[in-house]
Structures are given as structure tokens and as C-alpha cells.
């Protein structure tokens, strides 16, 4: 399957903020934004405006980064965001977080949603007792995602573990460190989005 391969760093320079993308590095010093906070390539540093257009595809071009979705993945979420009920914006946020990639970061099971899709993809996750490799399932209201304990030794699951504080797990998810298992009680709302994300921009950019 395709997927990115080069410095996601500079994919947070490109968009000119952080968008934490390889965890814990992004609290550091050695962070790019922090020492180069302008676009990567020979021309970065020159004055950039942008059109309407541009501030649309910006935004959806971040907000795809973010969720680490390909192009395909990202606009069919959308069309599915459209045929639902209520706002398109609301509803492809709500989307993105309900992934189970996205529940396994949210959970801190990983410190980066890169890390915890691979940690989907390895099989190290079951999902109300079964083992998926699935990324993009997703999750519901009463479902439970579990380490699997063959893999309860994986050294970058503990290390995750040992930094979460239990106030930066989102209220519609549960996390129970002792059975290495996490609950996700509720749908998630735009409030619990708190991520800096303008997704009107979005649903114009798909509406042109």
C-alpha cells in the first residue's frame, strides 16, 4: 500500500506548524518549526500569499497530515462526511477521530499517530477480543481496544504509557493502564477536536 515516505518534518514546515508527527520530538529543541519556522526548499524564505483556494488546500492539506491519510483515503472520508446528518466539517472531524489508529494515539497507547498505525498494522491490538490490522476501522460507543499481551513488552508501548497523564486522554475514551486496555464510551464532538482546525475550509475546498 502506498504511504509517505520522506521527513515528516518538513511536512510540519511546509504547513508552518507543528503538527506533531513524531511525538515526542516535537516537544524538544531539536524540533524543525522551532529552528527553521519557514517552508522547506530553495525558496521558503520568500514572501508567500496565498488565494482562497490556496488557504483552502492548505487547510485540508494539514488536516490530511495530521490524520496521516493519502489523498484517496482522505477525500472518500469526506464524501462519507457529506452523506451524513448535520454539518460535513463536524462529521469528517468526528470521522478522523474515530479511526482506530487515531483511538490507539488518543488512548496513549503510542506517542504519534504514525507509530500507533503501525502498531495496528503489526497486530499488536485486538478490538473487542479480536485482533485486527486494520487502521481505518472504526470505532463505536461500547468498544474496547486491547493490547494484546504478547505484546505487553513492546518497549515503545510502555515508554508511551509512562508519559500519559490520564487529563490528556479525551473524556470519550477510557484507558485502564493495569489490563492495558481502553473503552471508548461515547461518539466524539467538535469539542473534543482540539486540534487547530478551520474544516469549513475544507468542505468549500471539495464544494468548487
Known amino acids: 500500500m502506498a504511504r509517505y515516505t520522506g521527513a515528516v518534518c518538513r511536512l510540519c514546515r511546509r504547513e508552518g506548524q507543528k503538527l506533531f508527527l513524531k511525538g515526542d520530538r516535537c516537544f524538544s529543541e531539536k524540533c524543525s ?6 517552508p522547506p526548499g530553495q525558496h521558503g524564505q520568500g514572501r508567500t500569499r496565498f488565494s482562497d483556494f490556496g488557504v483552502q488546500l492548505r487547510e485540508k492539506q494539514k488536516v490530511k497530515r ?7 483515503q482522505f477525500e472518500s472520508t469526506m464524501k462519507r462526511a457529506s452523506r451524513m446528518k448535520g454539518r460535513a466539517g463536524e462529521n469528517l472531524l468526528v470521522l478522523l477521530e474515530r479511526r482506530l ?14 507509530e500507533a498505525r503501525q502498531l495496528v498494522r503489526h497486530g499488536h491490538f485486538s478490538l473487542n477480543g479480536h485482533k485486527t490490522t486494520i487502521p481505518s476501522l472504526m470505532v463505536k460507543p461500547g468498544h474496547k481496544v486491547s493490547l494484546r499481551e504478547k505484546s505487553r513488552e513492546v518497549a515503545r508501548v ?3 504509557l509512562e508519559a500519559l497523564e490520564e487529563s490528556s486522554v479525551p473524556q470519550w475514551l477510557e484507558i485502564e493502564k493495569t489490563t492495558f486496555e481502553g473503552t471508548v464510551k461515547a461518539l466524539p464532538t467538535r469539542e473534543d477536536v482540539t486540534l487547530p482546525i478551520e474544516e469549513q475550509l475544507i468542505v ?3 464544494s468548487r
Open 33 to 38: 518549526v522551532d529552528k527553521r519556522g519557514y
Open 66 to 72: 495530521m490524520y496521516g491519510l493519502l489523498e484517496n
Open 101 to 114: 489508529d487515531n483511538v490507539v494515539f488518543r488512548l496513549g497507547f503510542a506517542t504519534s499517530r504514525a
Open 158 to 160: 510502555q515508554g508511551a
Open 204 to 206: 468549500e475546498h471539495y
